[in-house]
């Protein structure tokens, strides 16, 4: 397992001093964990810059991360920095041979270290999804302005949301656009493992009177009809406001996190809820950061499931859970 950590502490701290944005990062250090020993096996640092995504290649030896200024890969056996730079990455994908990798409208050749910017519409795409098989590219709709803040483009509190956050379905090879998926309001969508369907959470409108949402929508959709297999809805007295958002290797399951680090496993065939994990950490409110969950990930084989914040890592047995 490898994660990465923030000090999202004295970043809060020097912004309220200054009202201005850092020009450096107090670290973010990158840790690789043997999760049989439960011991942490190599640590290294991105220098002055905070992490924010990470993808691991196929054949677990190198490691991208998207970092406040800069899109890095590492290679993983010796901590050491192959590639960097200053670029605004969002999501990365690796190839299926692990030989370039795909961001913010780019594809990277890593042994040439060439960037070729993807084609079509693509090509202006900022976050990329891709299936499986890598023929189908999904993205969704910038629908965020942002106001001043020490890291504005990552700070929910700083961004104000404006219209769209629609699903887009693209062929990856000549970025020529599919469809779109009229879901407004859409923050996470997942393919599934065989590529055939495509799990997304929106935002459901509070009333004009209102402000903000009233609750959240997932969606699994067949990819080929683009027909609504099922949808489960949860208003936000219910589980909060959910983020995170993962299917299982085998397809079976599909979990989600909100805003609470509430745990709902989804039967993925037909909406239901399996079983729904409470954390057992004590949240500290008081800490910048703490309530916001940053990921979620199975096991190859979906025995296990880690969730994250930005303080916290847990590690779930998915079979023991209640």
Request: aromatic share 8%.
């Amino acid at each position: 397992m490898i994660g990465a950590v923030d000090n999202y502490e004295a970043v809060d701290k020097e912004f309220e001093r200054t009202q201005k944005p850092l020009n450096k990062w107090p670290g973010g250090k990158i840790y690789v964990w043997d999760l049989q020993t439960q011991k942490c096996v190599r640590t290294f640092t991105a220098f002055n810059e905070a992490i924010f995504s990470m993808a691991v290649s196929p054949d677990g030896t190198k490691l991208a991360t998207d970092e406040l200024r800069y899109a890095s890969i590492w290679d993983i056996p010796s901590g050491k920095l192959i590639w960097r730079k200053t670029i605004t990455c969002g999501k990365q994908t690796f190839s299926a041979n692990s030989k370039t990798l795909l961001f913010s409208g780019y594809t990277l050749d890593i042994a040439t270290k060439t960037l070729h910017p993807l084609p079509g519409g693509l090509g202006k795409q900022s976050t990329l999804t891709l299936s499986p098989d890598q023929t189908v590219a999904a993205t969704i709709d910038e629908n965020y302005k942002y106001t001043k803040a020490p890291h504005p483009e990552r700070d929910a509190s700083a961004r104000t949301f404006i219209k769209g956050g629609r699903p887009h379905l693209w062929e990856r090879t000549t970025g020529i656009e599919r469809y779109e998926l009229p879901y407004d309001k859409t923050n996470s969508i997942a393919f599934s493992p065989d590529g055939s369907t495509l799990a997304s959470i929106s935002s459901i409108s509070a009333p004009k009177s209102l402000s903000g949402s009233i609750g959240r929508i997932l969606r699994l959709t067949d990819i080929r009809t683009k027909k609504i297999i099922w949808e489960k809805t949860w208003d936000n007295s219910d589980s909060g406001l959910l983020s995170s958002l993962v299917s299982s290797r085998s397809g079976n399951t599909i979990a989600v996190e909100d805003w609470a680090h509430r745990i709902s496993l989804i039967d993925a065939h037909n909406g239901h809820l399996i079983r729904r994990i409470t954390p057992y950490l004590r949240i500290d409110t008081s800490k910048p950061g703490m309530m916001t969950p940053t990921g979620l990930a199975f096991s190859g084989d979906g025995k296990l499931l880690v969730s994250c914040a930005d303080h916290a890592v847990c590690v779930w047995d998915t079979q023991d859970v209640k």
